[in-house]
């Protein structure tokens, strides 16, 4: 299986909100900033991510 990096540079108040979140959120089970990221980037978008395969896949067959 093929693995992607994917970079995303969160604005000055979601890396606020973040590091709060990550900070209360590694004291619950370890995890820091990436970790959350790395779930909400997979988590939310999945969906949007098969949606645009098979968009891609379409044009591509035609």
């Given amino acids: 299986m093929d693995s992607y ?4 540079t969160p604005g000055f108040e979601q890396q606020k909100r973040l590091s709060d979140l ?15 990221l790395q779930h909400a980037a997979t988590a939310n ?7 645009k395969q098979e968009f891609m896949d379409k044009i591509i067959l035609k």
Wanted: charged share 30%; glycine share 8%; net charge neutral.
């Fill in 5 to 8: 990096n994917l970079s995303y």
């Fill in 45 to 51: 978008y999945k969906a949007d991510i098969d949606l």
């Fill in 22 to 36: 990550a900070r209360r959120c590694r004291e619950i089970s370890g995890w820091g900033v990436q970790e959350l």
